[in-house]
């Protein structure tokens, strides 16, 4: 069975930095889309960035300036910079097991169950 598990969540200041991981256990072979997606309270779940076995990078447009996402094999990581208080929220790590990149949470089987990181000061 495929596990997911974030870790590095926390409280943040306002402009400060933090790195989010998700390692997976159970799979022996490479994971096709791993994902990070975020849901801040009361809202809809949204994707953050995509990163794909092949190179592949996808970060949404408004924090594409701000966060960083980077993978080796079946861990992927997120690093978070230049905080603000919109970006507090739950932030999940997803994953495929193949198929084409997709950005949709529907598209996912695969979730860890969260990491929660708060920007306040």
């Known amino acids: 069975q495929v596990q997911l598990v974030e870790s590095g969540g926390g409280l943040v200041e306002p402009g400060g930095s933090l790195r989010l991981s998700c390692t997976t256990s159970g799979h022996s072979s490479t994971l096709k889309s791993m994902a990070w997606f975020r849901q801040a309270s009361g809202k809809e779940r949204e994707y953050v960035s995509v990163a794909t076995p092949g190179g592949g990078r996808i970060i949404k447009l408004s924090v594409k300036d701000r966060f960083t996402i980077s993978r080796d094999n079946n861990t992927v990581w997120l690093e978070l910079n230049s905080r603000e208080p919109e970006d507090t929220a739950r932030y999940f790590c997803?994953?495929?097991?193949?198929?084409?990149?997709?950005?949709?949470?529907?598209?996912?089987?695969?979730w860890g169950r969260g990491t929660q990181d708060t920007v306040s000061a």
């Open positions: 997803a994953a495929r097991l193949g198929g084409p990149t997709r950005t949709n949470p529907d598209d996912y089987p695969l």
